[in-house]
């Protein structure tokens, strides 16, 4: 199973993101298209804040594991 977690600051603000796991690869050629899909959104979302916002996020990734956390400050 693929999880999002969402993280926030203390008054509420998105800090970062998380996304982990697999949807069930072995199981079917639709769940290899949400694994795609998902690693997609995610890897987009920090081409686009390093990109467009300027912004150097705090990136790990490994195979079904991305985590994105946005600079203190």
């Not at 969402?6 to 998380?18: C, H, P, S």
């Not at 997609?40 to 990734?61: F, I, W, Y």
């Amino acid at each position: 199973m693929t999880t999002i977690k969402v993280y926030e600051t203390a008054l509420g603000m998105i800090r970062g993101f998380e996304a982990s796991g697999h949807a069930g690869r072995a199981q079917s050629r639709r769940n290899d298209l949400i694994c795609c899909a998902v690693s997609v959104l995610t890897q987009t979302c920090v081409n686009a804040l390093e990109a467009v916002a300027g912004v150097e996020p705090v990136v790990q990734v490994h195979d079904g594991y991305l985590r994105c956390l946005l600079p203190a400050g």
